[in-house]
């Protein structure tokens, strides 16, 4: 058997009684009934069972799944590893390294906190609207308008203002001008410290040490969690060359190490790269079951927690890509 349903999960907390309630991720409750569904309904294979299939050494059972973590978040350890633990089962962590050594707050979720602060979008796309036109001449950017008719386009799970808040802040605007702009956001909807927050948010080094002394799998996510198909080649190669030195100061088995796209952000020439540098298996945001024969090894497709019961019923709806 070749078919693997692979789910991915993001924020899984206590929302509702957080500081954050408006952050997007799956109740803690709701991530137990979820794994009760998957128990009663998969068989949860470990990394090194799809490894073993994807080099012919062996066949994974009829409706497999493999659980996947982004972004390496402080509950993944306090909250989900106990129950997977529990469980008996494994997971995938995939972590920036950056939040770890430096202790910095991934853009990505300062923009995350900065919306779940809101009391409504409005005041922060007026406010970035604002900012684009006191900047325009320094970074030659282009009227607000333009911007906003290319990337405010709607998801299955955002509006087209939050993403087009997301999409700017992310990587439309130059670097320098995107940092800028995220602390500014930050500091005013948020307000709390960045190292203060980072250690709150983000697992530490003896955690995720933790974690790959128990037999979970901990993979690559980038150093910085930038868009890598839109890094030049250097500086591709130095992103992921530099998160696998994190992993190998963690105890992961360099042999077999494994990749999550940041942002679903693949293209041919990040393939090549991560096959140069000996990647094992890559993980994307494309939607769909994968298939160990038919899909490749380094983009393979994953559900999203959202998918699946208590939230919704979607997963019968996908087929293999």
Partial sequence: MSNLTIVMYHYVRNIKESRYPGIKG???????EQMTFFNKNYNIVTMEDVLDTEKGLSKLPEKSMLLTFDDGYSEHFSLVYPILKKMGVQGSFFIPAKTVIEHKILDVNKIHFILSSLK???DLVLSLKNEIFFYKEQYNLLSFEN?????????RFDSK???????????VLPEKLRNTLSDKFFDKYVGVQEPIFAKELY???????????DGMHVGCHGYDHYWWNKLNTSSLHQEINKSKDF?????????NWTACYPYGSSSDDVVEELK???CRLAFTTEIGIANLNLNSKYLLPRLDTNDFPPKS???VNYSVQ
């Fill in 147 to 155: 911007y906003f008719n290319e990337f405010a386009i709607s998801t």
């Fill in 26 to 32: 799956l109740e803690l409750e709701q991530f137990i």
């Fill in 161 to 171: 203002e939050i993403i087009f808040v997301k999409r700017m802040l992310q990587h």
């Fill in 313 to 315: 019923d979607n997963y």
């Fill in 120 to 122: 409504g979008i409005d």
């Fill in 247 to 255: 992993l190998q100061s963690v105890g992961c088995d360099m042999s």
């Fill in 276 to 278: 140069r540098q000996g």
């Fill in 203 to 213: 697992m530490n080094k003896h955690q995720i040490e933790h974690l790959v002394r």
